[in-house]
């Protein structure tokens, strides 16, 4: 498609929840990433795509995070255990390849509300 | 760390004005800055960019300027319209694609 397609646009776990999104990138964009906005207007980057390949996954907390992105499926952001520091909008951009100045589309992002 | 800042949290001018829309950076290593918008409930749309070896980029309505002595950078918008009103972001890009965002600007344009 033309635009990156977040889903769902909101979910809501408990605590100690599984919480997984989905990120259908623009066709042909070989990278996808994936930001975390916690507080109104703080992006933290977690992981970068190239294909199916993990690029940059230096965002990444070390437990309780895992992504993918395989060949004919949306990418996928999961968080296992859940806790309440997880309440974010999860954003996810992707862009056609990897070099300096070329721009991030992002998708309207998943509100995650962990209660 | 390389850092981008934004100091001023919201600006609000007159449709027809000129915006500027300011950024402060650490660092002198980078390829390029990126500005971005964002209304609420949608994710951050691109507006413009500049690299390290130009000191202005126009497009349309949208020109950024880049002072390396000073490591500001700025996004003029003019003239202003109230579509215009949204969050800014500037945004580096470091090692690896990886986007580093300012804290935004809530800019309102009133008409």
């Known amino acids: 498609g033309e635009e990156v397609a977040q889903t769902p646009k909101h979910l809501v776990r408990g605590e100690g929840q599984k919480a997984k999104l989905y990120c259908a990138p623009i066709k042909g964009h070989s990278y996808v990433f994936w930001y975390q906005q916690v507080l109104k207007n703080e992006f933290k980057f977690l992981i970068s795509?190239?294909?199916?390949?993990?690029?940059?996954e230096t965002g990444m907390p070390k437990e309780r995070f895992s992504a993918k992105c395989l060949p004919n499926s949306p990418c996928s952001l999961e968080i296992q255990a859940t806790k309440l520091e997880d309440s974010a909008v999860y954003f996810c951009?992707?862009?056609?390849?990897?070099?300096?100045?070329?721009?991030?589309?992002f998708g309207d992002g998943t509100r995650l509300s962990i209660l | 760390d390389q850092q981008v800042k934004q100091n001023s949290p919201s600006l609000s001018v007159q449709e027809g004005r000129i915006s500027i829309l300011n950024c402060d950076y650490t660092?002198?290593?980078?390829?390029?800055f990126l500005w971005y918008k964002k209304y609420p409930a949608e994710g951050p749309t691109f507006l413009i960019s500049i690299s390290s070896i130009k000191d202005k980029n126009e497009d349309g309505r949208f020109t950024v300027f880049l002072n390396k002595s000073a490591k500001h950078l700025s996004l003029h918008i003019v003239p202003s319209q109230p579509g215009d009103s949204a969050v800014y972001f500037c945004a580096r890009e470091t090692s690896g694609s990886r986007l580093t965002f300012g804290e935004g600007t809530q800019l309102t344009v009133n008409p």
């Open positions: 795509f190239q294909n199916e390949n993990v690029f940059d």
């Open positions: 951009a992707s862009s056609q390849s990897q070099g300096p100045g070329q721009p991030q589309h």
């Open positions: 660092n002198s290593m980078f390829d390029y």
